[in-house]
């Protein structure tokens, strides 16, 4: 199961919402909710459009491509991660997504066995 309805969950999931307030912020009903991400239903474009204001990636749910991150849209911390990581020699940066897949692979695997992310602690 990968269609829309797959996606919706997983966008849903990904912001950590219910499916009550995720319906809500669509405009529908949870039970509304509930079939769109079961695939008995098919939301209509004013759905989608009220969930893009909450930072749903509507992309992703219609065609399974992640929309891309726009620089505007980054926070300053993001920013100046990413600047620092383009001055970096091409060694080094092979070196920093070394590390920083091994760190998100393991917070996912913490999270999934915790409900949480493994650095929450110290954030």
Do not use: H
Request: hydrophobic share 40%; no cysteine; net charge positive.
């Amino acid at each position: 199961m990968n269609g829309i309805g797959f996606r919706l969950r997983k966008e849903r999931e990904r912001l950590g919402l219910s499916q009550r307030t995720f319906g809500k912020s669509g405009g529908v009903a949870t039970n509304a909710q509930g079939k769109y991400e079961a695939g008995d239903r098919v939301p209509k474009a004013s759905y989608f459009a009220a969930l893009a204001v909450i930072g749903v990636d509507v992309l992703f749910i219609l065609t399974g491509t992640k929309a891309p991150i726009r620089f505007d849209n980054l926070s300053l911390t993001e920013q100046i991660v990413l600047a620092n990581f383009r001055s970096l020699q091409p060694e080094d940066q092979n070196a920093v997504r070394r590390l920083t897949t091994t760190i998100a692979e393991l917070s996912t695997a913490q999270g999934l066995s915790t409900g949480k992310n493994a650095f929450s602690a110290r954030t």
